[in-house]
């Protein structure tokens, strides 16, 4: 089974900054990538799939790229709203398996 | 509007069973794929099962094989998670969500909580 990695874990972040966050594959996954966030106690939201394109509504600062093995989250202007914890998720075949999470939290 | 409603959690006593259905209302239920994803406290997201537009084909992450049936009725909007041999470690609150190729998983139900304990 493909397994997904994120990196880091968790990161410290100020409003207004650039945030990447690093998704990694065990292998290629072609651009059959999504990322979520997610707040306590709520279910996870979409806001890219396909590697790049966004879910309607989600603000432009969020961008996604990559392709094969690696893809990145790019927020551009970390907004107060966006302290939240961010997964990817691989949807090529019949497993869909998440990255572990990462944490994006106010520093 | 999409909808997506879980229910069927609770508590339940290690190596028991629990049967969770999921409830979708405001879209075309027949015309998309569909998966469950589970969440233990504190932790992040995991895949549980995938099921197709017609119930086959189906698959499962290794933690759930041949414990957990995922099932779908068409007719009646419904999707389920049939849990057999449960254990502490499937604590988690449970979510149902759509699948497409063309959209990833875009809509999810609010969950529910399935604490197996003695």
């Known amino acids: 089974d493909i397994q997904m990695t994120q990196s880091p874990s968790t990161l410290s972040a100020s409003v207004g900054d650039r945030v990447t966050i690093t998704c990694r594959a065990s292998q290629s996954i072609n651009t059959w990538l999504a990322w979520y966030q997610q707040k306590p106690g709520k279910a996870p939201k979409l806001l890219i799939y396909k590697t790049s394109t966004l879910e309607s509504g989600v603000p432009s600062r969020f961008r996604g790229s990559g392709s094969g093995t690696e893809f990145t989250l790019t927020i551009s202007s970390l907004q107060p709203d966006d302290f939240a914890t961010y997964y990817c998720q691989k949807y090529n075949g019949y497993s869909k398996t998440f990255g572990q999470g990462t944490k994006v939290e106010i520093k | ?118």
């Open chain 2, 1 to 118: 509007e999409v909808q997506l409603v879980e229910s069927g959690g609770g508590l339940v006593q290690p190596g028991g069973s629990l049967r969770l259905s999921c409830a979708a209302s405001g879209f075309s239920f027949n015309s998309y794929e569909m998966i469950w994803v589970r969440q233990a406290p504190g932790k992040g997201l995991e895949w549980v099962s995938y099921i197709s537009t017609s119930g086959s084909p189906i698959n499962y992450a290794d933690s759930v094989k041949g414990r957990f049936t995922i099932s779908r009725d068409n007719a009646k909007n419904s999707l389920y998670l049939q849990m057999n041999s449960l254990r502490a470690e499937d604590t988690a609150v449970y979510y149902c969500a759509t699948f497409s190729p063309y959209r990833a998983s875009g809509d999810w139900g609010q969950g529910t909580l399935v604490t197996v304990s003695s």
